[in-house]
């Protein structure tokens, strides 16, 4: 199982980014498809969550500006992100939950300046 996310970049305080992941490989269900972050020298932490079957979660920081969605067709989950700000500089990771297991992509660096 392979997850590639997609999306990040540079964007000035204000604006927008959307990134993407896809999920490729044997897998017969994903319960769980989420994203997190990681900003330097700090601890990574949960950013948005969206599981079958339930509301989407986000955390305090990025709720009323992130959007998280998940196209089960394309196995593919969607984190659109507004009104960006500069401590939201991070590498993202998208991470999916398949009963027990999860599996992580690599990250993408989204980078917001002032």
């Known amino acids: 199982v392979q997850l590639q996310a997609s999306g990040g970049g540079l964007v000035q305080a204000g604006g927008s980014l959307r990134l993407s992941c896809a999920v490729s490989?044997?897998?017969?269900?994903?319960?769980?498809m989420a994203w997190s972050r990681q900003a330097p020298g700090k601890q990574r932490e949960l950013v948005a969550q969206?599981?079958?079957?339930?509301?989407?979660h986000y955390g305090d920081s990025v709720k009323g500006r992130f959007t998280i969605s998940r196209d089960n067709a394309k196995r593919t989950t969607y984190l659109q992100m507004n009104s960006l700000k500069v401590e939201d500089t991070a590498v993202y990771y998208c991470?999916?939950?398949?009963?027990?297991?999860?599996?992580w992509g690599q990250g993408t660096q989204v980078t917001v300046s002032s």
């Open positions: 969206l599981a079958l079957g339930s509301p989407p």
């Open positions: 991470h999916i939950l398949n009963g027990r297991t999860s599996y």
């Open positions: 490989g044997r897998i017969l269900s994903i319960n769980s």
